[in-house]
């Protein structure tokens, strides 16, 4: 079963065995902390099940550090895929308008640099996962 925190019941807690978080890289270089494959985790997030328009990948969570989140989740990072794709010769580069690839690493900083290839996100597999749904105080 997913996990759900879209219904703003404050404090719900559920616990998973696993789950699907989307962490933009912007995100993790203005604010977030790296991360490894082992680590123990929590951010807060948005709910939001939806699959990878690029990738058959179903994502149960986004991480958000700055407004709109309704959880916060706690687990241990399994596995880290980064979300790449070539660089573009365009001085702007749209995401629906690109071909992109999952490559699994096991550090993710926000700058994963792989030569000629532009980072859009992480797909992160947590295990052992708590929710608790809240509501944007911030």
């Known amino acids: 079963a997913q996990a759900n925190c879209s219904s703003y019941e404050p404090n719900r807690v559920e616990m998973k065995d696993k789950c699907t978080v989307y962490y933009v890289d912007w995100q993790l270089q203005c604010c977030g902390d790296p991360f490894s494959v082992g680590d123990d985790i929590e951010w807060t997030a948005i709910a939001k099940h939806y699959k990878l328009p690029k990738h058959d990948v179903e994502i149960d969570f986004m991480e958000e550090h700055h407004s709109g989140w309704n959880c916060k989740i706690k687990g241990r990072v399994v596995k880290i895929y980064a979300e790449l794709s070539q660089k573009s010769n365009l001085s702007c580069q749209i ?10 690493v096991c550090y993710a900083d926000g700058y994963t640099y792989l030569h000629g290839l532009t980072l859009w996100g992480y797909v992160v597999e947590l295990s052992n996962v708590v929710t608790e749904s809240v509501l944007d105080d911030q």
């Open 95 to 104: 995401y629906e308008n690109t071909e992109t690839m999952l490559v699994p």
